[in-house]
């Protein structure tokens, strides 16, 4: 029962604080699952965070649904995954009127966009985190910049999963 509350609170969190989308509640993840709860590895939530950006969906609601089945179980899955997703919920169904009338103030369009500078900031984190998970070597990081380069050029031509295939190949021939 504790586990299950541990798992609760932490997802709630997470919830709460994944303003800005999937890549911003990576650092956020990491830090509940395996900073503060030692739950996982660091190891082990690289391949989380890997299997739920495969997945469809979105990467809190994978995680949380991984993580609580390897932590308690069905359960388990099953609090981790109404919990990351409660807040937001909430969120919506009691901020939405408020939002509509207050979405053309200045004060409240400053506070919003002030808002998304701190999520690039956890966006920058989670890329950190993630890539010193997986990125063993200088032809690691070449990998990552060609793909990224590639991204970046041929944006709107070049699907993602393209990219990610490629990656995959290029490292099981190179390794």
């Keep these: 029962m504790e586990v299950l509350l541990g798992l609760f609170i932490s997802f709630m969190i997470i919830?709460?604080?994944?303003y800005g989308g999937g890549m911003v509640t990576i650092p956020l993840i990491q830090h509940e699952i395996?900073?503060?709860?030692s739950w996982l590895l660091l190891d082990e939530m690289a391949e989380v965070?890997?299997?739920a950006q495969m997945t469809p969906g979105p990467i809190a609601i994978n995680s949380a649904t991984f993580?609580?089945?390897?932590?308690a179980g069905i359960i388990g899955a099953a609090v981790a995954t109404i919990a990351v997703i409660l807040p937001s919920l909430?969120?919506?169904?009691?901020?939405?009127?408020i939002l509509i009338k207050y979405n053309k103030n200045?004060?409240?369009c400053r506070l919003r966009n002030n808002l998304q500078l701190g999520v690039l900031s956890l966006i920058f984190f989670a890329v950190w985190s993630y890539g010193s998970a997986v990125i063993d070597g200088f032809v690691?990081?070449?990998i990552a910049i060609a793909a990224f380069l590639l991204l970046f050029n041929f944006e709107k031509k070049l699907h993602p999963i393209i990219v990610i295939f490629t990656c995959g190949i290029i490292g099981l021939i190179i390794f």
Excluded at 67 to 71: A, D
């Design 15 to 18: 919830g709460i604080s994944a």
């Design 34 to 37: 395996v900073a503060k709860n």
């Design 49 to 51: 965070f890997a299997i």
């Design 67 to 71: 993580t609580g089945f390897r932590i």
């Design 90 to 97: 909430l969120i919506f169904t009691l901020l939405t009127p």
């Design 106 to 108: 200045e004060y409240f």
């Design 140 to 142: 690691d990081i070449g």
